[in-house]
C-alpha cells in the first residue's frame, strides 16, 4: 500500500469548544496522531496524542471526560508557534 491508497481528500478538523473525548475519538477513526484545531476558519492549532494525556490526568482529578474541551489543552502552544512560523 502507498501513501496515495491510504491518503483521503477530506481534511477533518477540531473546535476549541469540542469534548477532548469526540477530538480523541476522531483521531483514533482516522488513525492520526495529530488533529488540526480551527475556528472562524482559521487554524487555532494542533492537538497531538500527547495531548490527550492531559485528558486522562483531568479524568483522575475527577472532571468529567465531557467537560474537557480540546481548548484546555496545548492548543495555544501550537497556535503560537504557528504564528511564529506565518509571520
Do not use: F, K, W, Y
Amino acid at each position: 500500500m502507498n501513501i496515495n491508497e491510504r491518503r483521503g481528500r477530506e481534511v477533518r478538523i477540531a473546535s476549541p469548544t469540542d469534548a477532548l473525548r469526540q477530538a480523541e475519538q476522531l483521531m483514533r477513526d482516522i488513525d492520526a496522531g495529530v488533529l488540526p484545531v480551527g475556528e472562524s476558519g482559521r487554524l487555532v492549532g494542533m492537538l497531538t496524542d500527547p495531548d490527550i494525556v492531559i485528558t486522562i490526568r483531568a479524568i483522575a482529578e475527577g472532571r468529567a471526560p465531557e467537560a474537557c474541551q480540546v481548548r484546555e489543552v496545548n492548543v495555544a502552544r501550537h497556535s503560537i508557534s504557528l504564528r511564529r512560523r506565518v509571520a
